[in-house]
């Protein structure tokens, strides 16, 4: 007659011994625990994940505080001038005009902010995204733009209203990912209606 068999040896080997006893003597006894590990499995894995999510913190960041600073407050933007897309605003109020100065306005009241735009050529707007003097830059700038190894870029836009099929993307200072994250959401909440 075999005796009980150890819990932590597996069933298979358990039952394969049981197999040579009578049939009474065959059933697994419910008293005996099984070896289960995925309850602590699950609870370390919990464990884990949590202690790391304490660690990362809010992911996108902007190690320059960018958004943060904007938010409620002022979102300066330089536009650089296009046709169609950016052009000078008239002598009265001196804000530039087109669709891409009204979604950058759009979205600054997305998130509670005044604009102060700047008007500049595009290698004075990279400069000026470089030195943390600027927030945001529109215009002409499309998906092959030379200064996305200086500056982040949003993702490529097509769809944008006002646009007619051509492509821009937006210039954020490097690095400010909370920024671009959000303004790459707004733009693809436009891109949708």
Same mark, same amino acid.
């Given at each position: 007659?075999?005796? %009980?068999?150890? /819990? /932590?040896? @597996?069933?298979?080997? %358990? ?17 005996? *625990?099984?070896?289960? #590990? ?28 960018? #958004? ?7 979102? +300066? ?19 530039? +005009? ?8 759009? $979205? ?8 102060? /735009?700047? *008007? ?18 529109? !215009? !002409?700038?499309?998906?092959?733009? @030379? /200064?996305?190894? %200086?500056?982040?870029?949003? %993702?490529? $836009? ?14 954020? @200072? ?5 920024? &671009? ?5 707004? &733009? ?6």
């Amino acid at each position: 007659m075999v005796g %009980r068999q150890p /819990w /932590w040896m @597996p069933r298979s080997t %358990r039952l394969i011994a049981a197999s040579a006893t009578t049939e009474a003597e065959s059933m697994i006894d419910p008293d005996v *625990p099984r070896c289960t #590990l995925r309850g602590g499995a699950v609870t370390f894995t919990a464990a884990v994940i949590l202690s790391l999510t304490g660690c990362l913190g809010t992911v996108p960041v902007d190690p320059d505080g960018t #958004l943060d600073t904007a938010t409620a407050e002022t979102l +300066r933007v330089g536009v650089s001038l296009e046709p169609d897309l950016a052009e000078a605003g008239s002598a009265a109020d001196d804000a530039p +005009r087109g669709p891409l100065v009204e979604l950058a306005t759009d $979205y600054a009241e997305s998130i509670d902010a005044r604009i102060e /735009w700047t *008007p500049a050529g595009e290698e004075t707007l990279v400069k000026m995204l470089e030195a943390g003097d600027l927030d945001l830059a529109i !215009g !002409g700038f499309s998906d092959q733009t @030379p /200064w996305a190894e %200086r500056v982040g870029t949003t %993702r490529a $836009y097509s769809d944008l209203p006002g646009l007619d099929g051509r492509t821009v993307v937006w210039l954020v @200072p490097a690095g400010e990912n909370a920024l &671009l994250s959000d303004v790459e959401l707004f &733009l693809d909440g436009e891109a949708a209606s």
